[in-house]
């Protein structure tokens, strides 16, 4: 018998922003469904920016990175896609005439123009020997880019967008946005896992909050969108739960069939 697939982003689902945890009914979730579902992360974040699911990496058998970009399955990378060499290009080029701070990621560091003033999440999320400050150096053309970041006002990312094509610009809300190749998306990813596990499509499950999981959650057999989530993005997925912070991921798992707490949980 195939098992049954699901894909979690991490950020305002299985992470909660607002208290800096994992709710502990996710933990819980996780810890009893992991056995009989492969539970794969799927979020816009690279591979070292994922340590703030420790407590439950045990439950996960794999990784949709940096927006589609990267496949990790069983700490073996399956996937990998470059961003467009002529867009990074551009990019660079016109952050550079703004001064504007931007981000550039490849599958084992960050680099950043520039970082007099970062912000308070970057400060948390980096580990010590990740983030490269450029200050006002040059970035390196050459290498093999997956993902970038522009912090910004949506605003201006829309300028940006319409300056280069070759790019794909996912908002985050209002403060910043992923950059990847237009050939970049979850669903990339989330088509690789299920060619690589064999998986069948009508056993594929996905959860999410942000607009870069529309896709993903539009893909999925059945879809959940937590309660935090946008209009537009919980108009994208078949049901939606609670908020993260109200017990979101344990009444998502538990709308899609995958959960059912026990009397003792209950009590």
């Known amino acids: ?62 990784y949709v990175l940096v927006n589609g970009g990267c496949v990790v399955i069983d700490d073996k990378i399956v996937f990998e896609l470059e961003m467009e060499k002529s867009g990074i290009s551009k990019l660079i080029k016109e952050a550079r005439m703004n001064d504007d701070l931007i981000g550039l990621v490849t599958t084992s560091n960050i680099y950043l123009y520039h970082m007099e003033n970062p912000h308070d999440w970057m400060k948390r999320s ?84 942000g607009e870069n999981d529309v896709e993903m959650l539009q893909m999925a057999n059945l879809s959940c969108a937590m309660g935090n989530a946008t209009e537009e993005v919980q108009k994208s997925a078949n049901m939606v739960s609670k908020r993260v912070e109200n017990d979101g991921l344990e009444d998502a798992l538990i709308k899609l069939g995958l959960y059912k707490k026990s009397i003792n949980e209950i009590v």
Request: aromatic share 12%.
């Open 1 to 62: 018998m195939k098992k049954r697939v699901l894909f979690l982003d991490i950020d305002g689902t299985l992470y909660d922003g607002v208290n800096k945890c994992i709710p502990h009914s996710a933990k819980i979730a996780l810890s009893k469904i992991y056995q009989d579902v492969d539970i794969y992360i799927c979020t816009g974040r690279p591979y070292y920016l994922v340590h703030n699911i420790d407590e439950v990496r045990e439950y996960i058998k794999g």
């Open 126 to 209: 980096m580990k010590e020997n990740v983030l490269i400050d450029l200050k006002r150096g040059l970035f390196d053309e050459t290498l093999p880019y997956v993902m970038g970041w522009l912090f910004l006002g949506n605003d201006k990312i829309d300028e940006y967008k319409k300056k280069i094509p070759e790019l794909k610009f996912l908002k985050w809300g209002s403060f910043g946005c992923d950059i990847t190749s237009c050939k970049t998306s979850k669903t990339l990813g989330m088509q690789k896992v299920i060619e690589y596990g064999h998986y069948d499509i009508k056993d594929v499950y996905a959860v999410g909050d």
